[in-house]
Nanobody, 124 residues
Framework: QVQLVESGGGLVQAGGSLRLSCAGS????????MGWFRQAPGKEREFVAA????????VYADSVKGRSTISRDNAKNTGYLQMNSLKPEDTAVYFC?????????????????WGQGTRVTVSS
């Protein structure tokens, strides 16, 4: 059973930065592509970024491209999402997820395992 635990969320002013972490359990972390999604109040969960198993391929949503960097350290069973120049519209609960799909999947239904989420609030 894969378990994912996010951390690093919090309250930040617009223009600030946060680094989210996603810790995976067991020895299977490197077997999965990893993605970050977010869900704002009253909205659907949406794709943010994804990274392939080796880290060689990354994909970003247009809304965060140029402001965010996804990365992973398979030796530490941990993935990251560095977010800069945060905007109030980035306010959401952020979820990491694992996928057995090829490359860096961006469709929600390609992800098999999900964390509980970490809340990010950006004040204006």
């Amino acid at each position: 059973q894969v378990q994912l635990v996010e951390s690093g969320g919090g309250l930040v002013q617009a223009g600030g930065s946060l680094r989210l972490s996603c810790a995976g359990s067991g020895r299977t972390f490197s077997r999965y592509a990893m993605g970050w999604f977010r869900q704002a109040p009253g909205k659907e969960r949406e794709f943010v970024a994804a990274i392939s198993r080796s880290g060689g391929t990354t994909v970003y949503a247009d809304s965060v491209k140029g402001r965010s960097t996804i990365s992973r350290d398979n030796a530490k069973n941990t993935g990251y999402l560095q977010m800069n120049s945060l905007k109030p519209e980035d306010t959401a609960v952020y979820f990491c997820a694992h996928s057995t799909g090829i490359g860096a999947p961006f469709r929600r239904n390609e992800y098999d395992y999900w964390g509980q989420g970490t809340r990010v609030t950006v004040s204006s």
